[in-house]
């Protein structure tokens, strides 16, 4: 029997606990940024924010403090937006201790820094002279159909292959099944990077383009994710697996994913502050992803023409429509 702390209520710590809890044979403790989510999740058995219609059982604890959540856990699974990935881990690091293992689940780059998750959770644990194992777990995974019990699959990374077997072990299930990868940088970055093409995808959707054009971009999306995780020290067949090409896929055509309902209102003309209005509170990562991203292109000299095109849509500088025409009339080019 394990302790798990899931650190962070939004959909997809909840949908993870509610996994792992279903799974059987662990104590899972919910942790909730926000007192008033806790509350609520404890009061009707619900998240009724961030994942509406699943019932939370009882035997899961939910709470905001930090401490309680944390008290006896032995993996540390997170799942926050990106942009309080490091605040988070700040108010974590006096309750870790050596021995526990981390595992985070969310999709991003850290902006200005241009840091992977791990890297800011270790930067922040070593100012602290704390060194743990850190995991990604990443890959093609609705919140909804997880927590539905639909059959999913994701990647497990870490570069201890010890720590990734023993993780795929505690949270596999008839439901949930893990790949290990020691491959941390190109789970990690085809993760965040994929949701940038799945906004472009949801602009080809708003702008009613077709289906020759989709596929076009979730092909090109993979060449030029591909390109940058490699060029940051990925490996090119780690951006072949689910948390690349898989996860591309199913963002780029999934109705459920947040960051193509972003494109397509785009797409339709809004303007960016109205299509995240449209959200309510959750998170569409690839927005400030697509910048991070461009930023490591210039680091590492890549060049990555879809999302240099999302970045001027998001900036307002170029209509969708422009940009689809810029893409398509680019000098021609070997596959
Ligand atoms: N939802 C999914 O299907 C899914 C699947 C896989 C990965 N992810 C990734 O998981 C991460 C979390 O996404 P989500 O869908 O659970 O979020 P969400 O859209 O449900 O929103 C979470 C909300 O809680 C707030 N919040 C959460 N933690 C906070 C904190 N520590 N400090 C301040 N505010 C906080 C956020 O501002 C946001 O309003 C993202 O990186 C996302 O890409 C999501
Ligand atoms: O809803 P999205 O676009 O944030 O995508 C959710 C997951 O990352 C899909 O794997």
């Given at each position: 029997m394990?302790r798990i702390a899931?650190?962070?209520?939004?959909?997809?710590?909840?949908?993870?606990?509610?996994s792992l809890?279903?799974?059987g044979?662990?104590q899972?403790?919910?942790?909730?940024?926000s007192?008033?989510?806790a509350?609520?999740?404890?009061?009707?058995?619900?998240?009724?924010?961030f994942?509406p219609g699943?019932?939370?059982?009882?035997e899961?604890?939910?709470?905001?403090?930090?401490?309680?959540?944390?008290?006896g856990?032995?993996?540390?699974?997170?799942?926050m937006?990106s942009r309080?990935?490091?605040?988070?881990?700040?108010?974590?690091?006096a309750?870790?201790h050596?021995g526990?293992i981390?595992?985070?689940?969310?999709k991003?780059?850290e902006?200005?820094?241009l840091?992977r998750?791990?890297?800011?959770i270790?930067?922040?644990?070593?100012?602290?002279?704390?060194s743990?194992p850190?995991a990604?777990?990443?890959?093609?995974?609705?919140?909804?159909?997880?927590a539905?019990?639909a059959p999913?699959?994701?990647?497990?990374?870490?570069?201890?292959?010890?720590?990734?077997?023993?993780?795929?072990q505690?949270?596999?299930s008839?439901?949930?099944?893990?790949?290990?990868?020691?491959?941390?940088?190109?789970?990690?970055l085809?993760?965040a990077?994929?949701?940038v093409?799945a906004?472009?995808?949801?602009?080809?959707?708003g702008l009613?383009?077709?289906?020759?054009?989709?596929?076009?971009?979730?092909t090109?999306?993979?060449?030029?994710?591909?390109?940058?995780?490699v060029?940051?020290?990925?490996?090119?067949?780690t951006l072949?697996?689910?948390?690349?090409m898989?996860d591309?896929?199913?963002?780029?055509t999934?109705?459920?994913s947040r960051?193509?309902?972003?494109?397509?209102q785009?797409?339709?003309?809004a303007?960016?502050?109205?299509?995240?209005?449209?959200?309510n509170?959750?998170?569409?990562?690839?927005?400030?992803?697509?910048f991070a991203?461009?930023?490591?292109a210039?680091r590492?000299?890549?060049?990555m023409?879809?999302?240099?095109?999302?970045?001027?849509i998001?900036?307002?500088?170029?209509?969708?429509?422009a940009?689809?025409e810029e893409?398509?009339?680019?000098?021609?080019?070997d596959?």
């Open positions: 394990s899931v650190m962070g209520a939004g959909a997809w710590g909840t949908a993870l606990a509610l809890w279903r799974r044979g662990h899972i403790a919910l942790w909730a940024h007192p008033a989510v509350a609520t999740i404890r009061g009707t058995g619900e998240n009724k924010l994942l699943f019932a939370v059982p009882g899961i604890t939910v709470s905001s403090d930090v401490a309680e959540a944390l008290a856990a032995e993996i540390i699974l997170s799942a937006p309080h990935v490091r605040a988070s881990y700040a108010s974590f690091a309750h870790l050596a526990q981390l595992v985070s689940a969310t991003g780059i902006d200005g820094t840091l998750m791990s890297e800011v270790a930067q922040v644990l070593a100012a602290r002279n704390l743990l850190v990604v777990l990443s890959g093609p995974s609705f919140a909804q159909e997880l539905a019990g999913t699959a994701v990647t497990i990374a870490c570069s201890d292959t010890g720590v990734a077997s023993l993780l795929q505690e949270f596999g008839g439901s949930l099944r893990l790949y290990t990868n020691d491959d941390v940088v190109g789970v990690e085809g993760g990077l994929k949701n093409i906004l472009a995808a949801g602009v080809v959707a009613e383009l077709g289906h020759n054009s989709a596929a076009a971009l979730i090109r999306g993979i060449a030029e994710t591909t390109r940058l995780a060029a940051c020290g990925g490996r090119r067949e072949a697996g689910l948390s690349g898989g591309l896929i199913l963002t780029c999934g109705s459920l960051n193509r309902s972003v494109g397509i785009l797409g339709r003309g303007t960016l502050a109205d299509a995240l209005a449209g959200l509170g959750k998170v569409a990562e690839g927005v400030s992803t697509a991203a461009l930023g490591l210039e590492y000299g890549v060049e023409p879809i999302t240099s095109q999302v970045v001027a998001l900036k307002g500088e170029r209509s969708p429509l940009a689809i893409l398509m009339a680019r000098p021609g080019r596959e």
